[in-house]
């Protein structure tokens, strides 16, 4: 084949750096607009990010000229960066170490988008914690619950 044809749809998910409220209503939109951005600078458009105060998720389409690993430690690096610009609130802003990443269908784009977009309102009845749980469970993820939260 002559040319080379990706259509892969992820969602990532992490969180500050030991779950600390960081990212507030004042912030989260001027937030998510720059990650979206950084998305774009690595050809890997942002559909829908979303989050609260001590984590977010993206959905985007995985570029196939980068790792998704490179992704999403290029994202963090950034927007970790960027943050610690925005005032002394910010100035000890992290994101943790790790991260999950899942592959999304084409039918369950919606779906996901739709909830990425809700978030403050999901955890108002679900604490993160528990969201990550549920979630590895459903994609039938092997993880050692040890090393889910630094």
């Given at each position: 084949?002559?040319?080379?044809?990706?259509?892969?749809?992820?969602?990532?998910?992490?969180?500050?750096?030991?779950?600390?409220?960081?990212?507030d209503?004042?912030?989260?939109?001027?937030?998510?607009?720059?990650?979206?951005?950084?998305?774009?600078?690595?050809?890997?458009?942002?559909?829908?990010?979303?989050?609260?105060?001590?984590?977010?998720?993206?959905?985007?389409?995985?570029?196939?000229?980068?790792?998704?690993?490179?992704?999403?430690?290029?994202?963090?690096?950034?927007?970790?960066?960027?943050?610690?610009?925005?005032?002394?609130?910010?100035?000890n802003?992290?994101w943790?170490?790790?991260?999950?990443?899942?592959?999304?269908?084409?039918?369950?784009?919606?779906?996901?988008?739709?909830?990425?977009?809700?978030?403050?309102?999901h955890?108002?009845?679900?604490?993160?914690?528990?969201?990550?749980?549920?979630?590895?469970?459903?994609?039938?993820?092997?993880?050692?619950?040890?090393?889910?939260?630094?």
């Amino acid at each position: 084949m002559p040319q080379s044809l990706v259509k892969n749809y992820i969602r990532i998910v992490f969180s500050t750096k030991y779950r600390n409220d960081f990212i507030d209503e004042n912030i989260e939109k001027e937030l998510f607009a720059y990650i979206a951005t950084l998305c774009k600078d690595f050809e890997s458009y942002a559909l829908q990010i979303g989050g609260t105060d001590n984590h977010i998720h993206i959905l985007c389409r995985l570029s196939r000229k980068i790792a998704l690993m490179k992704l999403v430690q290029e994202i963090k690096a950034h927007s970790s960066k960027w943050i610690k610009t925005k005032g002394k609130k910010y100035e000890n802003f992290f994101w943790q170490d790790g991260y999950g990443a899942l592959s999304v269908g084409e039918k369950e784009v919606h779906i996901v988008t739709k909830y990425i977009k809700n978030q403050r309102q999901h955890h108002q009845k679900q604490d993160f914690k528990n969201e990550l749980v549920e979630i590895l469970e459903k994609h039938k993820m092997d993880y050692d619950e040890k090393f889910l939260w630094d």
